[in-house]
């Protein structure tokens, strides 16, 4: 694996630790199941995988609440077991990228009990964001922040003799306290983290919550307009309209520093290694900011992932984000699916508001799409997406074609989301569900127990993996010849694209180095222009249908 700077055309594939497959059948995703089952991601094609966290964790946020950053949660299995899935990825030409939290660690960290412990104005404080509080006895949070799963981000401690204390911030669950970045002390703690990680041989990290680091001077109270998400950026933000104003607690320039830093300690290692920025941060071109040559490698486009299955404003998106990228050298990344979001076999067919993060239930079940009619749409937009120059994200089941699931009964659900909103936003868990490996075993496969931390539902067996091998018009299928496709014509590789006019309003039609691809958006048939179909995401003949994309070599 010497190919100098991989990542710029890679595929990569998320796993989801605890929803791949579980060896040990308590109904949780464990190293050992994902090493045992690697080989499905080479099969499909991709170049590398990205693990979600499966460091030392209390499980609040599924593992986004790190208590040790440089060990293996027994839920997960060892730290020999993290050596040995690493050891068998690359056995099997996969790289490794593995998810590092820095906005925040568990409340269960030795850092904040160290905190707590120590008392106000202590080293061991300036380690977190803690302030007095406002208003008489301090009985008031600092300022007006909310926390992204809801409520407020500040949450007040209790001092050794018992009496109120400091608040501490936290952007998300109140067991997840916020990073103090001003701090040389965790700068230096979190270089050594990835020192440790880096000499275990992982090719790379993605970095959680990257836009959130650096927090305004002074804290300023801050109301988010409507449109932005609540992870911040404001979809819809165009790159030709006045830079929308900044969150004082996302995308702050001080982050750049940051990653700078961390950008000469993968330096020192061989081998390219690579950071991916979860940065909800727009316009375009204020987020290629974070792939400056010195900066990260990459950085998910969730502005693609924003945007909906209309043709004009995807055309611009495309455009955009490979000019955005450019400016910079960078390649564009693409990404449709991940575990925060509603699955894109659901979501690109719903046509009312649903903010990320909010997840879909029994509330949305009777104004939700046909699945069959979304899986379709969701084939030709993950088809439109491999034929891009630049980098590829998947996230484990969209292969299967994976619909969200809706119906989950309240007492399963795990995200804080819902606990925190009082069930107003149903939160993640729709996306989370473990995954089928084959229809007729316990578990759909995911285990021999039959045990799942989410239940599975019936219509899993649809959607195993052992019926859709067999099937040339499987989702799988798809993806599979898909991916083999882009990588003998070069497509990821490519640095441009040329969009193609003359195919009408709903049609997205665009050149790839030799091959020429076609995304029908509209209601009604194409005809084809003459030439021969490398692949497409459902059967063609001399016309196009609504919601496909198709390959081909023109003639
Ligand atoms: C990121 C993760 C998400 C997590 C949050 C807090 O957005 O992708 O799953 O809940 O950060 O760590
Ligand atoms: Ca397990």
Known sequence: MTDAQWWRSAVIYQIYPRSFADSNGDGIGDLPGITARLSAVRDLGADAVWLSPFMTSPQRDAGYDVADYTDVDPVFGTLDDAKALIARAHELGLRVIID????????????????????????????????????????????????????????????????????????????????????????????????FWLDLGVDGFRVDVAHGLVKAEGLPDYTPPKSAGSMGGRPGAEDDEDEPELAPYWGQDGVHEIYREWHQVLAEYDGDRALCGEAWVEP????????????????????????????????????????????????????????????????????????????????????????????????????????????????????????????????????????????????????????????????????????????????????????????????????RELIDLRAQYGLGANADIELLDGFGEDVIALRNGEVTVIANLGSWDLYLPDGRVLGASAPVGRNLPPDTTAWLITA
């Open 100 to 195: 590092l939290v820095p906005n925040h660690t568990s409340d269960q960290h030795k850092w904040f009990q160290a905190a707590l412990a120590a008392g106000p104005g202590s080293p061991e404080r300036d380690w977190y964001m803690f302030r007095e509080g406002k208003g008489e006895n301090g009985a008031l949070p600092p300022n007006n922040w909310e926390s992204v799963f809801g409520g407020s981000a500040w949450t007040r401690v209790t001092n050794p003799d018992g009496t109120p204390g400091q608040w501490y911030l936290h952007l998300f669950d109140e067991s997840q306290p916020d990073l103090n970045w001003q701090s040389p002390l965790v700068r230096a703690a979190f270089r050594d983290i990835l020192r």
């Open 284 to 479: 375009l071109s204020r987020l290629a900011l974070w792939v400056r040559p010195d900066e990260m490698q990459q950085t998910f486009n969730f502005t693609y992932l924003e945007t909906h299955w209309q043709a004009e404003t995807l055309r611009e998106v495309i455009r955009d984000s490979i000019d955005a990228f450019a400016a910079v050298g960078a390649p564009s990344t693409w990404v449709l699916s991940n575990h925060d979001v509603v699955r894109h076999a659901t979501r690109l067919a719903i046509s009312f508001e649903n903010q990320q993060g909010a997840g879909l239930g029994p509330r949305d079940l009777k104004r939700l799409p046909e699945r069959h009619f979304a899986l379709r749409r969701a084939r030709a937009a993950t088809a439109l997406m491999l034929s891009l120059p630049g980098s590829a994200y998947l996230y484990q089941g969209e292969e299967l074609g994976l619909p969200e699931i809706v119906d989950l009964p309240d007492e399963v659900r795990q995200d804080p989301t819902w606990f925190r909103t009082g069930g107003e936003r149903y939160g993640r868990d729709g996306c989370r569900v473990p995954i089928p490996w084959e229809a007729d075993a316990p578990a759909y496969g995911f285990n021999k127990t039959g045990a799942s931390w989410l239940p599975q539902p019936e219509l899993w067996a649809e959607y195993a993996r052992d019926v859709q091998e067999s099937d040339p018009a499987s989702t799988l299928s798809m993806y």
